[in-house]
């Protein structure tokens, strides 16, 4: 076996063309999608009336393990992917570690993230019906540029609803999002009923993802030729990223890497779901027995804290009722700088590979996070995400818990995106005034208070 | 021959292992660097005091070919290179053009440019001699990060003198290079004589390259165990940047890629030499007549409407002389948004080859370089920086013309870098706020003016 480079780039030909559907190997699975009204399993019909049709069906398919990549769609892919997989030789070195490490990263494009690979997706299939017109949320920003870089890419229109506080944090973003030729929105807005009802109730939120999910989902539905696009949560984004996964895993092959653990930043839970796929597959047909943590934020903790219930995707209580690991709709969570993990559910198929003990959760606190990036940046050159550093901090915690046993454990995370758009965090991070805002079990209270009330034996379904 | 892939991306033991020394190929050498007080060639112990020993021998050599890359700073290149030589498939698509365009990207990794290739070099030296604090200037900032990027992992203080206008324009930049430990002065400052004079004389201006030299030069003269690095215009750092040459040319001959003309931004036109040192070196031989085609901003036009003369590099006019295109030191260039173009002078060795015929020059207007950015982004995804979309407009230029006459023409250029520090200038582009600022020949006439007087004979030399 060769000496491992620093970077193992796949060539384009060894690019996966098939996705892989996770829910094709699960045991169980997970409960399906609730219509709220009625509380019945959603039908593809209602389904279709927000999303597009290609994207519902994948979304419903639980048989085929293996989905194809359009060709059309591997031509985009093919203009940034295979990303790498990266030995951190620099951070072993510094960290002292007899751990090795490597991480996935996705922040080789412009829009900065995993994001790309279900933007770019969605935004194709949306173009084969022959939709004009797009409406989605971003809370860091990252999905709502990825999405622009798509339809600019495809030629449709977009509109994005972005989480106000992101938008004021970050207005590069949105400079960046309107240079690809979307139109950006702080959310809430006055330009819908749930923005409007939203910022009635608190005038002075910062918003979140729930809130903006539901301006684009309501503005979506008054559109003409218009759906709604969502970067995470739904088991088709998922799917989508299991792209990274499969990558890794024919990397980890061809060089003969055996990861002990492998960790992932968890928001809505589609890079970590789509980063595990195939190695969680083959935990769960009994074959590997290898470690896979999701860390999350410590102010918006919906694993490590959440309750595993019905709930809505959406603030704004519209959407269709998902399984999940919740803090409630309802939660709002505190302004952190991890925008794209301020979520209060999470992906009902990780929640029930985590319900299933297949995964662990951890949470973390921002401050310890930058600190983290911080040491990254300094020994491996890349400023990480804020979102993605969540995965590192984990990651470099396991390693020095190597460096005092003596393990020569392989550690292997995603490191999902870079942080160029995040300078104030590290800004407030630098000056030392970043604190870390950890809900008391009072104020989660309030979150799970909200949650759906139904009769038991539909809940129980 | 295999199609050629999206990206071509060598191996990391492609890696040249030599940088090109240009000196060595040139039929006639560029004049030498004088001492401004005596109008003599400066001796190797005077440049010794302002730089590095290494770096001086470098920027001295006129007789190797190739100088040996430490094995240190390789396995710092390994973290971010080879950079990959990419096919403009879908610039082509929508330019309709017959041409084959091809770019090597220097900007994947987190200072967003090549500037890297000689920070890490300069770093690597000083710290070797035992040097323990560094200054700098910078303008776009690209240079600023890269070298507190390289100062980080070499464990070296850092001072930057950041020109001001582009610390007005780019607060994010002050931030990384103050994650990665550098220390950022907005120049000129009143921290140095020279910053105070400029200050006194011009009380509003928004600083420029030269200014900043001026400050970080007398810094590093009366700091202890401190020198001062340069990011673009001396030899030294044209020979480190030779590695982005290297990388194209070796990546050309694998996939028999023969460019009918490479392209390129200069500023202070180190990217540009160090892309060019193969190709040009094949042409001075008379075995290749490759078009060379150097692109500066029309607010800015050193090249194609400076002199040729001994001049300053700094504004403050404190530097050692050097033969060169020059606007003269004490032209302030208006503020455009390529602060990595705003520079009065260019490299001796640049200007030396254009002199002699071997290259061409073109200036080009800001609004059309931010089209061209943003024609790039929208159909290859990457963010271009405005100093890079430079050249990629005049590679526009020359593929539209290829449409008109159908001629296939194979066109090369260097994307020197990423603009996600840049959004206010694009959200200038995408307002319709942006001007372009034009030099009258009065204004120039003024610059001219101050050029270096000395007895006839000394500057035949």
Redesign the interface.
């Known amino acids: 076996m060769a000496k491992i480079?620093?970077?193992i780039?796949l060539?384009?030909d060894e690019i996966p063309r098939y996705w892989f559907n996770m829910k094709a190997v699960m045991k169980e699975l997970p409960d399906p999608i609730l219509n709220p009204a009625t509380f019945e399993p959603c039908t593809t019909e209602e389904l279709e009336q927000v999303f597009c049709k290609e994207l519902v069906e994948q979304e419903l398919n639980t048989t085929d393990q293996f989905i194809e990549i359009p060709q059309e769609l591997l031509d985009f892919y093919?203009?940034?992917r295979p990303s790498p997989l990266v030995r951190a030789y620099?951070l072993e070195k510094l960290l002292d570690t007899p751990a090795e490490i490597y991480y996935k990263f996705e922040g080789?494009?412009?829009s900065?993230s995993h994001k790309l690979n279900s933007a770019a997706a969605q935004v194709y299939y949306a173009k084969k019906q022959g939709l004009t017109h797009l409406t989605t949320e971003t809370g860091a920003g990252q999905w709502g540029t990825a999405l622009a870089?798509a339809c600019?890419?495809f030629d449709i229109d977009l509109t994005v609803y972005m989480v106000k506080v992101s938008a004021q944090q970050k207005?590069?973003r949105k400079?960046?999002i309107?240079?690809?030729?979307g139109k950006v929105i702080p959310s809430p807005s006055d330009t819908t009923e749930a923005g409007r009802r939203i910022l009635a109730e608190y005038p002075d939120t910062g918003g979140s993802l729930g809130c903006a999910i539901s301006e684009a989902l309501e503005t979506a539905v008054k559109t003409d030729n218009c759906k709604y696009v969502l970067g995470s949560v739904l088991d088709h984004v998922l799917l989508h990223q299991t792209i990274i996964g499969e990558e890794t895993r024919i990397a980890c092959e061809k060089y003969d890497i055996r990861p002990d653990m492998i960790i992932g930043c968890i928001g809505g839970g589609s890079n970590f779901g789509g980063l595990i796929a195939p190695f969680v597959s083959e935990k769960i047909k009994g074959r590997s027995d290898v470690r896979i943590i999701g860390v999350e934020p410590a102010s918006c903790p919906s694993m490590t804290r959440g309750k595993y219930a019905y709930d809505y995707g959406d603030t704004g209580k519209t959407s269709p009722l998902l399984k999940m690991y919740t803090l409630g709709a309802g939660y709002i969570p505190s302004p952190s700088h991890s925008g794209g993990l301020r979520f209060h559910g999470m992906s009902p198929i990780v929640s029930k590979l985590y319900h299933d003990g297949y995964i662990e959760a951890r949470a973390v606190e921002q401050t310890s996070v930058f600190e983290a990036a911080?040491m990254f940046?300094?020994?491996?050159?890349?400023?990480p995400a804020p979102e993605s550093a969540h995965a590192l901090r984990a990651a470099i915690d396991e390693a020095l818990r190597c460096r005092e046993t003596g393990e020569k454990k392989t550690i292997l995370f995603g490191l999902t995106g870079?942080g160029?758009?995040d300078?104030?965090a590290?800004?407030s991070y630098?000056e030392g005034s970043m604190v870390d805002n950890i809900p008391t079990d009072k104020d989660l209270e309030k979150g799970f208070a909200g949650l759906p009330q139904a009769p038991k034996e539909a809940l129980l379904k």
Chains 1, 2 share one sequence.
């Open positions: 480079p620093y970077k780039y060539s384009e093919r203009m940034y620099c080789t494009n412009t900065g870089m600019a890419y207005p590069y400079a960046v309107e240079t690809y030729g911080t940046a300094r020994s491996e050159g890349t400023l870079t160029f758009f300078m104030t590290y800004m630098n």
